[in-house]
């Protein structure tokens, strides 16, 4: 049995934010609770307060595993791993493998790449072979343990057809959750404007891709009354449209990435494909839209859409090289950065965006620190990550040598600086 440790406990299911002795040991790899003592009459400690943060195990809806058919990027056992250093118990997979996960053994199958934690729930194709033209089998996809249903990496740009996956969902009772980029107005955009867009000519990316796509979605999620999941917005526009529809009750969802919230298209450093995703980075001004919609709750969830790709395809820079980088193992120390130490975000409700919030998307239980569950075990204070903390296949990542704020850890490692023993926190 491992010794208690002396933590800040930020339960969001119970509304706790409190400090207390914690026991926390490795079973099957992964950190799980197995006792708490809150300490008498502790009110909300400081954030310089040097002891370990104590979350339920996070939840990312949005993960790319490479497997099958992109395995020298990224494994589903090197997903995983990168998870696990990241303090998530649970991922969604997304279904844009090769071939794409439209049928029911494809779903079994990424199931399957997971026994314990940290677990996979994974998303299946909204239409067969992510081409936009036919409803997959959703049934058939919820029946093998489909949690939820996307094309991600491609819109579902036919009205119609979006409109049908839409109706199906709702009545199986699962979210849709929709990559709102129309590809006839992104058409070869790569970035917003900045100073790296205009010293390498790169071609923009025209808001109205994402937002006419976000309207289109709220619009139809509106007229059949199903839940749509807005994935990885990334500008005002946006979010000022999501916040519209929720205030007249559109059952709309959103996230947005750590690198969105963090990084801004000013901060590219030059024609580096490590800095391309899809969407691209917003504007500093699109970053504070973001911050600001993740405080008033427009924007529910956090979600790293961690997409691996190995270095050749990142080598052609930002014309040809891939879209995405990676982020489980930097998500916490990036949205920290971005929300609590930058925006101020109170930490609970921080820590309620990777674990009550997205398990509300999907409409599952919400994670609870209760003895027997994974948590995730953060050590604050800044970090600049290197790439040798990475567990993932792939490095493409802008966040590697910035200074982040927060860690997350496995038991054993050495506490916060001037918190070796409990009795320091007891004051
Ligand atoms: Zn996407």
Known sequence: MSRPLPVR????????????????????????????????????????????????????????????????????????????AGGFATVVTMPNTNPPVDTPDGVRRQRAGSSGYPRILPSACCTVGRA?????????????????????????????????????????????????????????????DGPAARAHALPLFPDEAEVAAVERDLRLAEKTGARIHLQHLSCRGSV??????????????????????????????????????????GTRADVAALREAVLDGTIDCFATDHAPHMAALKAPGFVGGAFGVVGLETAVGATLQAM???????????????????????????????????????????????????????HNSPMLGRTLWGRPVRPGTRPPSSCRAADSCRR
Do not use: Y
């Open 132 to 192: 936009g033209r036919v409803v997959a089998p959703l049934a058939a996809l919820r029946e093998a343990g489909a949690v939820a249903f996307t094309d991600d990496g491609a819109m579902v740009a036919d009205d119609a057809v979006m409109e049908a996956v839409l109706r199906e969902a709702a009545r199986l009772g699962l979210v849709v959750m929709d990559h709102a980029v129309v590809p006839t107005i992104a058409r070869d955009g790569v970035v917003r």
């Open 9 to 84: 406990l930020l339960d969001p299911a119970t509304s706790r934010d409190l400090m207390g002795l914690a026991t926390v040991e490795v079973r099957d790899d992964f950190a799980v609770l197995v006792g708490f003592e809150p300490l008498p009459e502790s009110p909300s400690p400081a954030l310089s307060t040097p002891v370990f943060w104590l979350l339920p195990g996070l939840i990312d809806l949005h993960v790319h595993f490479r497997e099958p058919g992109g395995e020298a990027s990224e494994t589903i056992a090197t997903g995983l791993a990168a998870a696990r």
């Open 240 to 281: 000022e449209a999501v916040r519209r529809a929720k205030a007249r009750g559109v059952r709309a969802t959103c996230e947005a990435t750590p690198h969105h919230l963090l990084l801004a298209s000013e901060d590219i450093p030059g024609d580096d494909a490590d800095w391309k995703m899809n969407p691209p980075l």
């Open 340 to 394: 609590v130490v930058e925006a101020g975000m109170a930490p609970l409700d921080w820590a309620a965006r990777w674990t009550t919030a997205p398990a509300r998307t999907l409409g599952i239980a919400p994670p609870r620190l209760e003895p027997g569950a994974p948590v995730c075990l953060v050590r604050p204070g800044p970090w600049t990550p290197q790439a040798s903390d990475l567990r993932s296949r792939s």
